[in-house]
């Protein structure tokens, strides 16, 4: 009977550390995935900065000068001709 | 024998109660007196308390383009201590190559006996992975947020700054501070000597809240094609300064807000300070014949006059015992009302401010908002001046109605434009059209501040202005393809004694287009060019250049055949 019972609570004992053993290893995967996961986010932050540079109108004109282009002189505009009703 | 053993073990009981009795009041003060002070010694080694930064609101301009964000970015620090000393040199060396520094500041930054210190701050992400692949020892990397602004100068006073600090100044980074930077949050938790959280203990959290998100009015590719038109002005002009403003005539919405010399809202600490006044908001000046558009639809507005009414111009007009002449002393003979907006005499403004009297013209001068705030909702805008009625002396009601004795900011003057061709309604102007937080979207509405002018009165005055661009004074603010209203001015500029500076001027022009259903309404302005009476060529010149690419932004038809 005492034998038994010695058993039980090792055997709880047991269970209980097994259970808190994983409990710490799966909260050190958290902090590691959340901090991946900020990693992440900043990196995301950092090319979305980058693509706003890249799309700036002031960057593309000052890349076009660069390149030699110059703004058009005039545009020309074609007006279509007024919608005739079928009959 | 026997009794010496009896007295060496009295002795040795006696010493060893003293040091049980020591022990145990040693053990006693630990455990309770002590007890407080070394617990809380013990927590510190094992307890974090941080604050957790909120993460400050993203500013886009209306089509979603990013113009200010906050990323972290590494900084390099090192703790000398794990650096061998013969090493030093060389990580100097290689870390000088990187950074771009002299290796020698670096080594003797190394030496100094700190336990820890920053190398750089904020370091660009190519360089943060190029060091950080050269594994150096006793080397490591803490993120710190810092606020970028992608399209570097553009849109800079409209959007103002963030100090270091964290507060945000000028433009809407300080109008709007409260409600960009959030709310930051707190976390307290043990940790293990790895730095980590420990999972079974302590752990308290008050999450932060991120500041909200913000959209702009601002167009981004209007905005850029101003502030290039304004530099191409100021630098043909050699001007001191200027700015441009567009907004949208129908909500009061700011397309484009410019002012020279501008500054780089990431490098402030570099900045010239008079560079960081808003000339578009925060400068007011003399707005001189611009505002003869205003005196005139005032007097329509009255049926004082109409377009049509003429009068017989000398040259000058005599009032308050006061010459008043037209600019280069031109008398034009019979002249309409519309002549006299199409050839900006000054002789005829005072015939038509005579019309309307002094009550009436100070009365609209208010109504179409100059000499207060328009509550657009930037930091420091200033007010202009309109003196108050009982000062006028009898010449005031002549100088006033072509922009003389009163200031004005520009974006009052745009909004007053803006009055004119959407109808005569005055519209608050506003930069941030909606506000993105954990509740959704929270759109600004419109406010119609009050009714100018009637509606036949700005439709009279969108005829008279497109008149002076087709036939008149501003015919080189013509835009081919788009009719085009709109008046220029050249105003002196009032000294310290309260009198004027010779040959020094301001050059603006004011208009919208297409004139007969306007989607944008501008304002430009120059301060003292060089070229002193032609400055409102060059003003035109820029409206000419900015015009077709903001109409174009804007999906506007063209509305005439060139």
């Not at chain 2, 930054?109 to 190398?119: K, V």
């Not at chain 2, 129908?250 to 484009?256: E, F, H, P, Y």
């Not at chain 2, 558009?293 to 009068?311: E, G, M, N």
Request: glycine share 8%; net charge neutral.
């Amino acid at each position: 009977m005492a034998g038994a019972s010695i058993g039980l609570v090792f055997t709880l004992a047991l269970l209980y550390l097994s259970q808190i053993t994983s409990l710490s290893a799966g909260d050190y995967e958290v902090q590691r995935l959340q901090a991946e996961r900020d990693e992440l986010r900043r990196q995301n932050a950092l090319l979305e900065v980058q693509l706003a540079r890249l799309d700036s109108p002031a960057r593309i004109e000052t890349l076009a000068t660069r390149l030699g282009l110059v703004r058009v002189a005039s545009v020309p505009l074609l007006f279509p001709a007024p919608l005739q009703a079928k009959k | 024998m026997q009794a010496v053993s009896a007295t060496r073990l009295r002795v040795l009981f006696v010493i060893f109660a003293l040091l049980s009795t020591t022990l145990a009041g040693k053990m006693t003060y630990w455990q309770a007196i002590a007890r407080p002070e070394l617990l809380s010694l013990a927590i510190d080694q094992v307890r974090s308390d941080l604050v957790v930064a909120a993460q400050r609101g993203v500013i886009r301009d209306r089509n979603g383009a990013i113009l200010a964000t906050t990323v972290g970015l590494r900084s390099l620090y090192a703790i000398p201590a794990q650096i061998p000393k013969e090493d030093r040199a060389a990580v100097a060396e290689k870390l000088g190559v990187l950074l771009g520094r002299d290796p020698a500041a670096i080594r003797e930054r190394l030496d100094s006996g700190a336990e820890w210190l920053y190398l750089h701050r904020r370091l660009p992400e190519d360089t943060a992975v190029a060091i950080a692949a050269l594994h150096l020892p006793g080397l490591g990397f803490q993120t710190e947020p810092k606020r970028l602004y992608p399209s570097d100068t553009v849109g800079a006073h409209v959007l103002g700054f963030v100090n270091d600090e964290g507060n945000g100044q000028y433009g809407v980074e300080g109008a709007y501070d409260g409600i960009l930077r959030g709310t930051p949050g707190r976390l307290v938790v043990e940790r293990d000597p790895a730095n980590r959280a420990l999972p079974i203990g302590l752990r308290e959290a008050q999450p932060p809240v991120n500041g909200a998100d913000l959209s702009l009015t601002i167009d981004l590719g209007i905005q850029t094609a101003c502030e290039r038109e304004l530099r191409t002005a100021i630098e043909k002009e050699k001007a001191t300064g200027g700015s441009i403003v567009v907004l949208d005539p129908r909500d009061g919405a700011v397309l484009a807000l410019c002012s020279a010399p501008s500054f780089d809202p990431s490098a402030v600490a570099i900045a010239d300070l008079e560079s960081l006044r808003d000339r578009a908001v925060s400068w007011a000046y003399e707005p001189g014949s611009t505002m003869k558009a205003l005196t005139v639809a005032a007097a329509i507005d009255q049926k004082a006059v109409t377009p049509t009414t003429s009068y017989y111009d000398v040259g000058y007009a005599i009032i308050g015992g006061r010459r008043l002449n037209n600019a280069l002393g031109k008398a034009y003979g019979p002249t309409t009302v519309t002549q006299v907006l199409e050839r900006s005499a000054n002789a005829g403004a005072v015939f038509v401010a005579r019309k309307l009297g002094a009550e009436q013209l100070y009365r609209y001068i208010n109504a179409f908002g100059l000499g207060h705030a328009t509550g657009v909702d930037l930091a420091a805008e200033a007010t202009g001046q309109v003196r108050p009625l009982a000062e006028w002396y009898p010449v005031d009601l002549g100088t006033a109605a072509f922009g003389q004795g009163l200031s004005v900011t520009p974006l009052q003057l745009a909004a007053a434009y803006a009055a004119i061709a959407n109808g005569g309604i005055l519209y608050r102007p506003y930069v941030v059209a909606s506000r993105r937080d954990a509740d959704g979207e929270h759109r600004t509405a419109p406010v119609a501040v009050r009714r100018v002018i009637s509606a036949e009165t700005a439709a009279a005055m969108r005829m008279m202005l497109t008149s002076t661009v087709d036939n008149g004074i501003a015919k080189n603010a013509s835009v081919p393809g788009f009719s085009i209203a709109g008046k220029t001015g050249t105003a002196q500029i009032p000294d310290a004694t309260g009198s004027y500076e010779s040959d020094e001027y301001v050059s603006s022009f004011a208009g919208f287009a297409p004139a007969d259903d306007p989607k944008i309404v501008t304002v430009i302005v120059l301060e003292r060019p060089q070229s002193r009476l032609l400055g409102t060529l060059t003003a035109m010149a820029a409206f000419r250049g900015f015009a077709p690419d903001a109409l174009r932004y804007e999906r506007v038809q063209p509305d005439r055949r060139p």
